[in-house]
Structure formats: C-alpha cells, structure tokens
C-alpha cells in the first residue's frame, strides 16, 4: 500500500511526488513529476518537537552520517566534527574547497576550550554575546582533538549556538559538530524545511524539519588570537574593531 503526497520543488522547480510506501519504516520515493525516475529518499524527517529526534541525531553523528538541522541564522550541515570522514562528506557534499576552513558549533565555552586556546577577548565577546551568531577564530590545542580537515592552518572558528536544536545536539553528543550552512559554497542559506528535504533528502541521514526560518543574517566571525578583535566578516551581530 502505498500514500502519495505532493511538495513544492523537483528538478524543475515544480512539484516533487513524494510515494510513502508502507509500512512506514520504508524508506519513502521521491522524484518530480516530469521526470520518470523515482529514487529512494534516504534522509529520515523528523519533527523539531520529536522527543527522539536528538538521540537519533546523535546516533547518526556517531556513525559518521549527515544531519541537516535548523540554527538561529538558517539550516545547517551538522557532522561529528571528530571524524575526518564525516567533515570529508561536508566539504564534498558542499563543493566546498578543502582549503577553505569548516568552523564548529560546542555545547559552551567549557567544551570549547578542551580545543582552542581561549583569550581574554573571546571570553569578553563570549560573556556579551553567546550563545548566540557569532564565531570566534582562536588558535588551536596541541595536539588538536578533532578532525584535521576542519582547518589547515593553526585556527579554528567556534559557535555557541542559541538554537533548542544545536543547544540538545551538542548536549547529548558531548563533542563539537561541524557549524556551516546546508547548502553549495557560494549559494545562498537554506531559510526553508521544504528546500531542505528537497535539497538534502537523498544524501543526509537525517533532516529535522524546524518548518521556516525567518531570513537572518549569517554569523558575525571575529579573530580573538589577539588582544584586539578584527572582524573577518560583519552579520548579525555587529562589533566594532
């Protein structure tokens, strides 16, 4: 027995068929109207209100899989950001250049600063400001607990993150995750569920759809390895060097 439901999107932009087969632990088919092919939906969807959707986050963290979930400034590509194989399936799944750095999302300061070198400055900004948009550039620890790949050079980018979804991922799976948007390097954020699951569907284990998110500006990111703050890029929060 199969139910068939209808969503906005497709490789045309027009409306995508979703075919749920049941029972309802089958994956579900996903393909648009004017092409033939219909291929297997591999994301689980979830609800941001599902009392087992952070455990089954964590899960899929742990195995090296996806997530795609909502931030504070849009949606995000969570992986374990201790994981080279994981971050390595962020940039490829991006098109991200391997040079550019991947900043992480910690639970709070004291997760942080288990990997970079806190400063004065940081934890000034970090008192004012977090959690909340704002990423701040430290050195790294020696030896560096995480993924290699995050970052070539001797830095590191940290969030703390104000969202009720990031807040319980980072909680329950006790160690960083990948903070970057869920979309192509270079295009624009991902402020919907809807473009999410069309988007992401086929290539993350799982999709918390958080519904839509008011459009807002990325993360403001400031250099804290100095005394005073240079900003490398102005958002939502303003701070003056």
């Known amino acids: 027995m199969q139910l068939i439901g209808y969503k906005w ?3 045309k932009g027009l409306l995508t068929k979703i075919v749920f087969s049941l029972p309802k632990d089958d994956p579900p088919l996903m393909g648009c109207l004017n092409c033939p092919k219909m291929v297997k939906m591999h ?3 979830l609800n941001l209100e599902d009392e087992t959707a952070f455990s089954q986050c964590v899960y899929a963290l742990a195995g090296g899989g996806i997530v795609i979930a909502p931030t504070e400034t849009s949606y995000g590509m969570l992986a374990d950001a201790s994981n080279p194989k994981a971050v390595e399936k962020v ?11 991947l900043s992480i999302f910690a639970f709070d300061m004291e997760m942080a600063s288990k990997y970079a070198a806190l400063t004065p400055l940081a934890s000034r900004l970090a008192k004012k400001y977090l959690p909340g948009p704002l990423t701040l550039i430290l050195e790294k620890k020696t030896p560096f607990k995480l993924a290699n790949n995050l970052s070539k050079g001797k830095t590191i980018g940290i969030r703390i993150s104000s969202h009720p979804a990031i807040i319980a991922i980072t909680y329950n799976f006790n160690k960083p995750i990948t903070a970057t948007s869920a979309n ?3 295009a624009g954020e991902i402020y919907s569920s809807g473009i999410a699951i069309r988007d992401f569907a086929q290539v993350a284990d799982i999709i918390i759809d958080g519904g839509n998110i008011p459009p807002f500006p990325p993360s403001t990111i400031v250099d ?9 890029r102005q958002g939502a929060i303003k701070i003056k060097q």
Do not use: E, M, N, W
């Open 9 to 11: 999107g497709g490789c």
């Open 43 to 45: 994301a689980k969807i």
């Open 91 to 101: 940039f490829r799944l991006k098109a991200r250049d391997f040079t550019k750095p």
């Open 184 to 186: 192509l390097s270079g």
């Open 224 to 232: 804290c390895t100095g005394k005073t703050p240079k900003i490398v």
